[in-house]
């Protein structure tokens, strides 16, 4: 069983759409994560829920709206998408912060 | 600030030989610090972790050592193989802030 669970794997649309991450956890954890890579690798977080509940927001930009329906659930919602905005995006959760982090297969997004 | 500065951006050993990464960080509160593996198309996973109150951990041909008052730490591989090639990442915990941040990544080449 895939401990955590994103969709889809690749996207690619056209600037200026509406697009949806779906991202799902079956290991019970409290917290989950969603971090955007770059070109150059660097791994940059971008929000962190904890029992649904979101605690950290790092600068991202409002077109970018994280949902969490339930405990096992983070979903994110990207609007008017830009060029800038391709990277490939991973969802993780964590039973704790100090503790092992697991990350998904990673959304290729790719804006035309 | 939450900075963590990872050296060198690109590692290429000659298999059999060791690897070593560092990394520096910041803020004195952090008190967890991971390192992941990425490999090709795949999300990071972790490989070890330590603790603020531990100086050094070991798993086999991997090793993690701490130095709390130079706040830097580092990553040790020996006897490397050619399945080690991959991203490696350091990162450090915030409890208090329920995230973790990522160095800039290494990309180790294992030569035959």
């Known amino acids: 069983d895939t401990a955590v669970s994103q969709t889809p794997k690749y996207l690619v649309t056209q600037m200026g759409n509406d697009k949806s991450i779906k991202c799902e956890q079956n290991?019970?954890?409290?917290?989950m994560y969603w971090y955007k890579q770059d070109s150059k690798k660097f791994l940059k977080i971008m929000f962190s829920?904890?029992?649904?509940?979101?605690?950290i927001n790092e600068t991202v930009p409002n077109r970018f709206s994280p949902k969490s329906p339930d405990k096992a659930h983070l979903n994110l919602h990207i609007n008017s998408l830009e060029l800038g905005d391709s990277a490939v995006y991973f969802c993780?959760?964590?039973?704790?912060?100090?503790?092992?982090?697991?990350f998904g297969q990673g959304t290729r997004l790719t804006v035309v | 600030g939450e900075n963590v500065e990872q050296h060198p951006s690109t590692l290429s050993v000659q298999e059999g030989d060791s690897a070593v990464i560092k990394c520096t960080y910041s803020?004195?509160?952090?008190?967890?610090f991971p390192w992941y593996k990425q490999e090709l198309g795949k999300g990071p996973q972790l490989i070890i972790d330590?603790?603020?109150?531990?100086g050094e951990k070991k798993d086999q041909r991997i090793a993690v050592t701490l130095n709390k008052t130079a706040k830097h730490f580092s990553l040790h591989i020996t006897e490397t193989q050619p399945e080690d090639s991959a991203v490696y990442f350091c990162?450090?915990?915030?409890?208090?802030?329920?995230?973790?941040?990522f160095g800039s990544g290494t990309r180790l080449s294992i030569r035959p």
């Open positions: 993780a959760s964590s039973q704790r912060v100090e503790g092992e982090a697991f």
């Open positions: 290991l019970g954890h409290d917290t």
């Open positions: 829920y904890n029992n649904k509940e979101l605690i």
């Open positions: 803020d004195s509160a952090s008190n967890y």
């Open positions: 330590i603790r603020s109150n531990v």
């Open positions: 990162a450090e915990g915030y409890s208090s802030a329920s995230k973790i941040i």
